[in-house]
């Protein structure tokens, strides 16, 4: 079965580069790689997302493994508000539409 | 404001006592699905629906039911709650893109249930 391997928990200085990792040995060719964060309290939100290429956006940047069995969720500052449980998940495309969440990795930011 | 919504935000009931947790959503989005979150073991898919009349099951779908008669809602029905359900739900939906396929979730703020 699918699923991915996190880190529970991790810090990072305040306005430095946090790099987030992620296993997911068992991925098929055609699953996406997600990630959601979840602030406390609320529900989790989207972050960033991808196939094979690298991504980025406004929030952080994707690096994806050549062999696709790890990814890198990569926040360029962090800020005391990226405190947070950040989820590798994969979105399974193969006959179903399911999405498999990891168990997370607690991002502590210290000022 | 496009929102998921879901209710009742906290419930404490007894074991047996049928229940449905509300879930409903204003973006028009086809794909809506419903997770439990337990310590130490993250966000647990329980069904999803890809449209109406359209649901699946995801991992952990033993005990819940759904049912999707209208895009916008999504409700979660528990008939005969046990203490292991005991966790807090999440809803989400999401659109389908022309490709087939479900984009970025929106998560609705949770229910927390308490089974006794």
Known sequence: ?111 | EAQVTQNPRYLITVTGKKLTVTCSQNMNHEYMSWYRQDPGLGLRQIYYSMNVEVTDKGDVPEGYKVSRKEKRNFPLILESPSPNQTSLYFCASSPILAGGWADTQYFGPGTRLTVL
């Open chain 1, 1 to 111: 079965d699918a699923k991915t391997t996190q880190p529970n928990s991790m810090e990072s200085n305040e306005e430095e580069p946090v790099h987030l990792p992620c296993n997911h040995s068992t991925i098929s060719g055609t699953d996406y790689i997600h990630w959601y964060r979840q602030l406390p309290s609320q529900g989790p939100e989207y972050v960033i997302h991808g196939l094979t290429s690298n991504v980025n956006n406004r929030m952080a940047s994707l690096a994806i493994a050549e062999d696709r069995k790890s990814s890198t969720l990569i926040l360029h500052r962090a800020t005391l508000r990226d405190a947070a449980v950040y989820y590798c998940i994969l979105r399974i495309t193969s006959g179903t539409y399911k999405y498999i969440f990891g168990t997370g990795t607690r991002l502590k930011v210290l000022a």
